[in-house]
């Protein structure tokens, strides 16, 4: 199952249970890999 699959099904699941959909795929990943790079820059130091 591709990513895309998995967010549709999650998406209509959410939709039927009535919860909050979850958010697209890769949508928070430059937040992430910022946040790491920031993590290792203070470990570093």
């Known amino acids: 199952m591709s990513i895309t699959q998995q967010y549709l099904l ?3 699941r959410a ?3 009535g ?4 958010p697209a795929p890769g949508r928070h990943d430059l937040a992430v890999l910022r946040a790491v ?3 290792l820059r ?4």
């Open 10 to 12: 999650d998406l209509h």
């Open 15 to 17: 939709r039927a249970h």
């Open 19 to 22: 919860t909050p959909h979850p």
């Open 37 to 39: 790079v920031r993590l």
């Open 42 to 45: 203070r470990r570093a130091s």
